[in-house]
Nanobody
């Protein structure tokens, strides 16, 4: 599957953005999906994930209660709604997907086979 991320931009602290990740292919519903981010000079880190529709979402502790991952399998799209943004959320955000993800690896970037190109989110203070 090919992934195309969009929706990044410049926003003031406290603002909101919604990222989208459109996937090609007809079997997207079986894929685990996730968002990762990478700030300048830092390693890529896990943000949020969902293994299957209707199952538990997983989040990085610092985004719990502010970010929400969701998916629309009919549109082959996964979203990341980001509210109450902080300057420390500034990063390039990547969507990822994998058809055979083991739940214990859901936060591990190396477990995802398919990646989007990234979209930049900048939060000003």
């Amino acid at each position: 599957v090919q992934l195309q991320a969009s929706g990044g931009g410049l926003v003031e602290a406290g603002g909101s953005l919604r990222l989208s990740c459109a996937a090609s292919g007809s079997t997207f519903n079986i894929y685990a999906v996730a968002w990762f981010r990478q700030a300048p000079g830092k390693e890529r880190e896990f943000v949020a994930a969902n293994r299957r529709s209707g199952t538990t979402n997983y989040y990085k502790d610092s985004v719990k209660g502010r970010f929400t991952i969701s998916r629309d399998n009919a549109k082959n799209t996964v979203y990341l709604q980001m509210n109450s943004l902080r300057p420390e959320d500034t990063a390039v955000y990547y969507c990822a997907a994998d058809p055979n993800l083991i739940l214990s690896n859901i936060r591990q970037s190396v477990a995802y086979k398919n990646w989007g190109q990234g979209t930049l989110v900048t939060v000003s203070s």
